[in-house]
């Protein structure tokens, strides 16, 4: 009998004429192959974790492995790793617990079932929440007191793919000093496993919405007096696109179910509907449609990712991503709320905040591209802390929040700085262009020989900076700029006089190099772009 193509079935279901009721069978094969299939796979354990092919790659099997492997982190961890662990020995996460849960894919309770199997075997509590977005576990982690979490989610990737994330003691996501060993334990396990039949689950089923709200309220810095009562007494429409996502039913338990609420694609669908399930300004359309036939004074739409930790906007008006967001939360938090600390951003992201905070007197802390890079600003110990935390790719979080992007808190700031300053996004934008000035952000990118991968790739574009050293020029289009300020912290960013910049990033997997690059003339982007590949190729 041939083997089955289980790539070939998810493009027959992820095709323009599938038809749940008339295909269900194809999706029956995914499902049974992903339980039944002994074929190993390669694990890649990053910082957002392990994503696989439902069926291909990640199957009950291959979950099991990357199970032993984490357990395996454990057992043989030295003091370093248990201080990334944040517990100081085996017998303490014994003791504290492991929180799991999943989102909206396919099989995500049996995969759970497999992963808690392995830990209750080896004398470990757990405690089991179901469908959770990712900040959820971040807050269930702290309030139960546990030692860690596994998700299983792989964010915001099409149907056909799963994914597992580990997050320690802090709630944050694991750096590589965990995810290395992890990938090294689950590669050295794979070939050799033999499946294990389950035990019994004996988990402790926890409620991971309470939890949640008592968290945010616990922490104080969500202002929900505030949004309520721009909720039950103004004009307003807010409409949360949860694209069947996980975080269905969040928005209505965190601000008692106001009747401005409309919820989108709340039905269970581990398919999406054919989508791409991102917060992308294509499936924006169902908030515009609903936003722009609205008579409120105050409108606010929300669109949110499989696994809750990005988010992206609509006012009515306009969409807001969080280059824009991030800016105008920070600027809140300075100047509405008084609050002291610093601002955290990614290299990527938009330098709209960087203007805002260096006339605000207030330090940034640029960090490599992932979230885990803030975790010295977000952590309860940290001083000075950061007041928002948000990179390009919509993620954001902020003051005593999770040390996760969360998107439900990017939902609460938003309605809370309309509430405090009578303003929809847009127009408050708008007042920050007024005052600051604006920025055109764009991306490219574009591919190299492939024996550029890896190590090469990063040494051809760490030779940029040599031609970029702050003082010379460089020329963009028929002009020169002068750079003001190099970063070589991931990648090359070159920042110029008149604020503009680009960043040169190479691929660690793929032979590709990618463009970021931000002006105050949108009309100079494509010269951007031609004078940060010039500088690759000099």
Same mark, same amino acid.
């Given at each position: ?399 005593? +929040?999770?040390? #996760? &992007? @969360?998107? !439900? *808190?990017?939902?609460?700031? /938003? $309605? ?104 105050? +003339?949108?009309? #100079? &982007? @494509?010269? !951007? *772009?031609?004078?940060?590949? /010039? $500088?690759?190729?000099?």
């Amino acid at each position: 009998m041939p083997a089955i193509n289980i790539s070939k079935i998810w493009k027959q279901i992820q095709s323009s004429d599938f038809n749940l009721a008339r295909d269900s069978q194809l999706v029956e094969q995914v499902k049974q192959v992903a339980i039944t299939s002994t074929k190993a796979a390669a694990v890649g354990f990053g910082t957002s974790g392990w994503r696989g092919e439902i069926g291909a790659e990640f199957t009950l099997k291959n979950i099991q492995v990357v199970a032993k492997a984490i357990l395996q982190v454990y057992k043989e961890a030295d003091a370093a790793v248990f201080e990334a662990l944040g517990v100081s020995s085996f017998e303490e996460l014994q003791t504290k617990g492991l929180v799991i849960g999943h989102d909206n894919r396919l099989l995500g309770k049996e995969f759970c079932e497999v992963v808690a199997d392995q830990f209750i075997k080896a004398g470990i509590k757990v405690y089991y929440g179901g469908e959770m977005p990712t900040p959820e576990f971040s807050a269930a982690i702290e309030s139960l007191g546990a030692a860690c979490s596994v998700n299983i989610t792989p964010s915001h990737n099409p149907s056909n793919y799963n994914g597992i994330k580990f997050n320690p003691a802090d709630g944050g996501p694991a750096g590589p000093e965990i995810t290395d060993k992890i990938t090294q334990n689950s590669n050295a396990l794979m070939e050799a496993h033999v499946w294990e039949n389950l035990g019994d689950i004996n988990w402790e089923v926890i409620d991971p919405v309470k939890i949640y709200k008592n968290f945010s309220e616990k922490q104080g810095t969500i202002k929900y007096g505030r949004i309520l009562s721009l909720l039950s007494k103004e004009s307003i429409d807010l409409v949360c696109d949860h694209v069947h996502g996980s975080t269905r039913g969040r928005p209505a338990a965190m601000l008692n179910n106001p009747q401005c609420l409309i919820s989108l694609r709340t039905e269970t669908d581990p398919l999406f509907g054919g989508v791409a399930p991102e917060p992308s300004s294509k499936n924006l359309a169902g908030i515009k449609q609903v936003l722009d036939a609205s008579k409120s004074r105050f409108k606010l739409g929300a669109i949110f990712d499989p696994d809750g930790d990005r988010i992206r906007f609509y006012d009515g008006t306009r969409e807001i991503d969080m280059n824009s967001f991030g800016a105008i939360a920070f600027h809140y938090m300075v100047t509405w709320r008084k609050e002291e600390g610093v601002l955290a951003k990614s290299v990527a992201t938009s330098n709209f905040a960087n203007i805002i905070a260096a006339k605000l007197g207030i330090a940034v802390m640029e960090t490599p591209v992932g979230f885990k890079n803030f975790r010295p600003w977000l952590k309860r110990s940290a001083n000075p802390k950061a007041l928002i935390a948000f990179e390009e790719s919509d993620g954001i979080t902020g003051l005593n +929040n999770t040390l #996760e &992007k @969360d998107a !439900m *808190f990017g939902l609460l700031i /938003a $309605l809370e700085i309309m509430a405090v300053t009578g303003k929809n996004l847009g127009e408050y934008l708008d007042l920050l262009y007024a005052e600051y000035g604006r920025l055109y952000p764009e991306r490219f990118g574009f591919e190299v020989d492939k024996s550029l991968v890896g190590q090469p790739l990063l040494e051809r574009v760490a030779e940029i900076a040599k031609s970029a050293q702050p003082g010379s020029k460089i020329a963009i289009g028929k002009k020169s700029k002068v750079v003001r300020e190099l970063l070589t912290i991931d990648g090359v960013k070159i920042i110029f006089d008149d604020d503009s910049w680009m960043l040169v990033r190479p691929s660690g997997t793929e032979p590709k190099v990618r463009i970021y690059a931000e002006c105050r +003339n949108p009309e #100079e &982007k @494509d010269e !951007m *772009f031609a004078a940060a590949k /010039a $500088l690759f190729f000099k």
